[in-house]
């Protein structure tokens, strides 16, 4: 579910030569007539107007989508929890078992793009169970009525006219077409611009259909990732044994050291040794200095374009090396957390010692890490960015 596709897509509209008078048709208003600008809108883009007027023929609002977009959250369980609710026996048993189902899909794979098998299975297994769980929600109805609400039209209006083109390949119906509330389609639930730029065609039969067809889901999804960067063949995350004495203002992703100068500061791989030493590294230590520690290679940060939620990707990128043949990693002994209201009271005071946590939401994201460690190391206290009670009592 790749969320930041949507600033990216935003460009889409100028790279179209989207005109001038359509873009001046307001969100909001009347849906309908929002309905006939995005037509008109097509047509001066260069589309068909036949093939317009039947690509848009049944588009509905859906309120069902606008309750949808207002209650999403992020991941708000911390890793451990959040970890160990998605990541299940069965789970790996059913990875592994596709793995070999498809094992020529993902040799083809490693060959083209130098992607492990684990990556794009743990994908397919959070993003819909495998292909089980697509979602139910007609993707031009959600498409259209997300652009025509006026929380962030710029993101979601893009994509209709790549599912419009994507109708024109013959790879998009428009009436039976269904994915997520936010119109991620298929397996691995790519947004339709992703598709039209990425879609690989890998079982033969002439279209790109990321619902039915796990080949062409798998083989998209790899190509999309070597698209936003991943390095072929290189690892992306690995569970480490970090010293006492370690300064913990050096983990988290703001700061990067090369594998060798890690091991110089006693870093070591829990089970088995560092890989390249002139490999960029961060230490990753989501739940403090007395929690699991993983060392993030730069194929880690691409995680980051697919889902912009930290426990998401910290989540997926281990189970990938799960299903590569790593261990469970070791829980460790973290301070217990705070809880939302805690955490509101929290961001307030690092605000009201101008620190910027972004919203005051209870929510413990990128900027309210930053904050706690900075604060931490004002005050004299491990700066490992985790907010803990003893934390919030001192303040």
């Not at 068909?48 to 023929?57: G, N, T």
């Not at 509905?60 to 207002?70: E, G, I, N, R, T």
């Not at 997520?180 to 039209?196: F, R, S, T, Y």
């Not at 799960?322 to 605000?351: F, H, I, T």
Request: hydrophobic content about 40%; some cysteine; charged content about 20%.
């Amino acid at each position: 579910m790749r969320f930041s596709t949507f600033i990216g897509s935003a460009l889409m509209a100028v790279a179209l030569g989207a005109p001038v008078r359509a873009q001046d048709v307001p969100c909001g208003g009347s849906f309908s007539g929002f309905v006939n600008g995005l037509e008109d809108e097509a047509i001066s883009m260069g589309f068909d107007s036949a093939s317009v007027a039947r690509f848009f023929s049944g588009v509905q609002q859906s309120p069902s989508v606008l309750k949808a977009d207002q209650r999403q959250g992020i991941f708000q369980d911390p890793f451990i929890t959040f970890s160990r609710k998605l990541i299940s026996q069965s789970r790996l048993d059913k990875g592994r078992q596709l793995a070999g189902r498809y094992s020529d899909v993902f040799a083809r794979i490693q060959q083209d793009y130098g992607i492990a098998p684990g990556v794009l299975l743990a994908f397919w297994a959070f993003e819909t169970d495998y292909g089980a769980f697509q979602g139910d929600f007609n993707t031009l109805n959600a498409l259209v009525t997300l652009s025509h609400d006026c929380r962030r039209p710029e993101l979601f209006r893009p994509q209709i006219f790549a599912a419009l083109q994507l109708f024109e390949n013959g790879d998009f119906n428009p009436s039976t077409t269904t994915g997520a509330w936010a119109g991620e389609i298929g397996q691995v639930q790519m947004l339709p611009k992703d598709i039209l730029e990425n879609g690989v065609d890998g079982d033969g039969d002439g279209h790109v259909t990321l619902k039915t067809s796990a080949a062409d889901a798998l083989l998209s999804g790899a190509k999309m990732l070597s698209n936003l960067g991943w390095r072929p063949n290189e690892p992306w995350l690995q569970e480490v044994e970090l010293p006492d004495d370690l300064n913990w203002y050096d983990t988290g992703l703001h700061d990067t050291k090369t594998v060798a100068e890690w091991e110089q500061l006693g870093v070591r791989g829990r089970n088995g040794p560092l890989d390249d030493a002139r490999l960029d590294a961060s230490i990753i230590i989501p739940q403090g200095r007395r929690g699991p520690a993983f060392i993030a290679y730069p194929n880690f940060r691409v995680y980051f374009e697919w889902n912009q939620s930290f426990t998401y990707v910290l989540t997926a990128a281990y189970f990938g090396t799960r299903l590569e043949g790593a261990p469970v990693y070791d829980a460790g002994n973290p301070e217990p957390g705070l809880s939302g209201a805690q955490m509101k009271s929290l961001q307030s005071k690092l605000q009201a010692r101008g620190y910027d946590v972004g919203e005051v939401d209870g929510i413990l994201g990128s900027g309210t890490r930053d904050a706690v460690r900075e604060v931490q190391r004002e005050l004299g206290m491990p700066a490992d960015a985790w907010p803990t009670a003893d934390l919030l009592n001192r303040l």
